[in-house]
């Protein structure tokens, strides 16, 4: 996904693994935090951005973080922007409430939150001082941040475009409850689909209930899509996420079959490796992101 401030950040080569010790045992010289709780009332008191840093003692391209992107002299001289938070999720209690919080799964990880403690974004992988600087300036400006959005879901509350946006922030970080009911208000602002985005907000609607494990409302909401958009672009797209759902339910024949049927119905389709693959290679935890 491509959507807001989304940072896809590429996995080096194995010569980038190897760090030298010279380099590791640099002090970053931020002042970082120890505690959510300190950490959020300095950022309220201030009215500063909250950057929590979730690490962990094995992650390479941590310590490669904080030997070159957080003791380089441009990330210093913006340290009093932001309040600065570092937790090891396996071992701060305040680490592992964030990585279940927001589902962090991939180290290093940066949350960024606003002062009353609202998720902003959310970015995993390395970034060298530049990228990290342009990332939390972005964040503060662009109008894609959610604070924004539901600024102008204020001023525009019927606004289908600014409601399906924020269903897509919401999406890419991961908060699939927000990024429902967003999907579900652009569904419900456009019964007649005037601004043709509600074939895409039945799948996300689907993809995000999925998520939170209500697969019958996904089921249904596929249903729907799939009635109203028979031919529709991402009808391929909701076969796959229906025979993922019914995967991760245990139904495993009713997986198969709807693989089956996508071969089927489109033999020509840029997914087709990827479902032969996963008929032949099925087994448990079988993300759901794998159509999207």
Known sequence: MSRGLKLAIAAAGVAALIIPLVLITRSSALPWEHDYAAALAQAKARNQMLVAYLYTDWCTYCKKMEAETFPSDQVKSQAGRYVWLKLNPEKDQDGAKLRQLYGVSGYPTIIVLDANGERLEQIEGFMPPETFLQALSG??????????????????????????????????????????????????????????????????????????????????????????????????????????????????????????????????????????????????????????
Do not use: C
Not at 216 to 222: E, P
Not at 260 to 276: C, H, I, R, S, T
């Open 139 to 292: 964040i503060s400006t662009q109008a894609t941040s959610v604070e924004a959005l539901k600024a102008e879901i204020r001023k525009q509350p019927g606004s289908v475009e600014v409601h399906y946006n924020l269903g897509q922030k919401y999406l890419d970080l991961k908060d699939y409850r927000e990024a429902a009911n967003a999907f579900a208000q652009v569904i419900q602002a456009d019964p007649d689909d005037r601004h043709s985005k509600n074939e895409l907000a039945y799948y996300h609607l689907a993809l995000s209930v999925a998520s939170l494990q209500e697969y019958s409302s996904a089921h249904k909401q596929l249903d729907v899509l799939v009635g109203k958009y028979p031919d529709g672009k991402l009808a391929p797209q909701a076969t796959i996420l229906r025979g993922q759902i019914f995967y991760q339910q245990g139904e495993i024949e009713k997986a198969r079959a709807s693989f089956n049927q996508f071969l089927q119905k489109y033999p020509g389709d840029e997914k087709v490796a990827l479902v032969q693959r996963m008929l032949t290679e099925i087994a448990p935890g079988l993300p759901l992101s794998a159509s999207h």
